[in-house]
């Protein structure tokens, strides 16, 4: 798996081009694949694909088995049957350079109603079957799943706040909420359904191309989530499900005061007990959708920063050992190989080093890390002390190339073009030329690094809440110079 060179670029979905206000697996996802062919590119990375929560983010899902059901196209329902070219052509204009999560979700969940609606009346006997299936198929995580997101809908608030008998899943209520949402629940399980049919088949297409898609599990689930919902007995909650305390990082690159996450911490000695059954199906789930998984903050299975519950910012936590080496083991014991990336930035330990390379994991180096004068830092390359390492001009959690060059030092560019040898008006072709020459094996750069896009098109800003993930392109920005140019690094550097 990680053993021959390759490159690859970042992307999700939701930045695709398309007319229904956001990106999904319709024509967009194909065309990208095209290019990435095209540009010699052999790697695809996503962000997480569940289903999103306050403020969109894909790190805050409301499950971690389910697919973000937004993501399906309706052009994809129209070619099953479930909409007519008549139901499309009311589509309200919308900004093809930013994603409009309100009026897309508003728009589209109409539609789906709507497909949902002639599924029930004319479906034919084999897609009936395929549901039938692929319901009993994926029950152990779907049936909860459907259920949680009707219960939602229904009494609107977090399930810590719903009647004391449905938030504690008392078998009565449960019963009778099964009865009263059932059409809800059906209209859940078929979302799923035909998320991951579409999903099927960019990867099917992605695969044929050459292309393997790298994934991203995040560390932690939110409090919010059917998960926890269902599992409150693998977490650090009090008799009111709430989190006893809660997740974070301490001051670092990105924020003095930390970033204080809010996710409920694991209880881990409940997870030992069952031989962590439940990361186990989790890891197996995600590698069914996808080749190979970017893990979200490695460092927490070696320690994790734990906040006390009510803390404004993250600066008043602790370190706290995490599962460690056992973790992995039984990973592997249970799945065999681990195809896993592991996300070790931050303040990285001896000890979390020792951890990764136990677990035979490569880790991550960010160029825009790099170059403090006089720091000779680890994210250099020529200080990668093995090829066990995927380097990237930036993450989606980085400001694009350009802008990172904008906001920089200029004892920062300065060394940035001396050691590049550049003058640094090709800012970001230059971080992708030094990733991809690299003697990392797996170089991977964002797409807004390609399209030589500034700040304005950065995706995240790790400690901002909300405005975020909203970055978008049009079919016109993928250009094939750009996969020309891409191709050429790839022959020039082997990969």
Not at 95 to 122: I, S, W
Not at 385 to 390: A, E, I, K
Request: aromatic share 14%; hydrophobic share 45%.
């Amino acid at each position: 798996m990680f053993n021959q060179r390759a490159c690859g670029v970042l992307v999700h979905p939701t930045s695709f081009p398309g007319d229904f206000g956001m990106g999904d697996f319709g024509a967009g996802a194909f065309q990208f694949v095209d290019f990435l062919r095209d540009a010699g590119q052999k790697l695809w990375q996503v962000l997480p694909l569940g289903p999103t929560g306050f403020g969109d983010s894909p790190y805050q899902s409301f499950s971690t088995f389910a697919g973000n059901h937004f993501l399906i196209s309706p052009d994809g329902l129209r070619e099953q049957g479930f909409l007519g070219y008549e139901d499309l052509a009311g589509a309200p204009f919308f900004d093809g350079r930013r994603v409009d999560f309100d009026g897309a979700k508003e728009y589209k969940l109409g539609l789906f109603r709507k497909a949902f609606v002639t599924f029930c009346k004319a479906a034919t006997a084999a897609q009936n079957a395929d549901f039938a299936a692929f319901c009993k198929a994926e029950a152990a995580w779907l049936d909860d799943y459907a259920l949680f997101v009707a219960l939602k809908d229904f009494y609107v608030d977090a399930w810590y706040d719903w009647p004391v008998e449905v938030a504690r899943r008392e078998a009565v209520a449960l019963a009778a909420a099964q009865k009263k949402h059932a059409e809800q629940i059906k209209f859940n399980m078929f979302l799923q359904w035909e998320f991951f049919r579409q999903w099927g088949q960019v990867k099917a297409y992605a695969n044929a191309a050459g292309v393997r898609i790298i994934g991203d599990i995040p560390i932690f689930v939110a409090h919010d989530s059917v998960d926890v919902w269902a599992n409150p007995e693998l977490y650090q909650l009090d008799e009111a499900g709430q989190p006893t305390a809660v997740a974070g990082v301490p001051p670092d690159y990105f924020s003095e005061t930390g970033q204080l996450w809010g996710n409920p911490l694991y209880d881990w000695a409940a997870h030992k007990k069952t031989n962590y059954a439940w990361w186990c199906k989790r890891v197996a789930t995600t590698l069914a959708m996808v080749d190979i998984v970017r893990i979200d903050h490695f460092r927490g299975f070696e320690a994790y920063w734990s906040v006390p519950r009510g803390e404004t910012t993250a600066v008043g936590g602790k370190w706290i050992k995490g599962p460690g080496r056992g973790f992995f083991v039984q990973l592997k014991k249970t799945l065999g190989e681990l195809p896993i990336i592991a996300e070790d930035l931050g303040e990285i330990t001896e000890e979390v080093d020792n951890l990764r390379t136990d677990a035979g994991l490569p880790g991550m180096k960010v160029l825009h890390f790099a170059f403090t004068p006089g720091a000779n830092s680890s994210y250099l390359p020529h200080n990668y002390s093995d090829s066990l390492t995927v380097v990237y001009s930036g993450t989606h959690d980085n400001n694009t190339s350009q802008g990172w060059y904008s906001e920089a030092s200029e004892a920062e560019r300065d060394y940035m073009r001396r050691y590049v040898n550049v003058s640094g008006s090709d800012v970001a072709w230059d971080l992708i030329r030094l990733a991809i020459s690299s003697s990392a094996v797996f170089a991977i750069v964002p797409l807004q690094d390609v399209m030589n896009l500034g700040a304005g098109d950065r995706m995240n800003k790790p400690g901002e809440a909300s405005g975020w993930w909203r970055f978008r392109y049009t079919a016109d920005m993928l250009r094939a110079e750009d996969a020309e140019r891409l191709r050429y690094l790839v022959e020039l550097f082997n990969r």
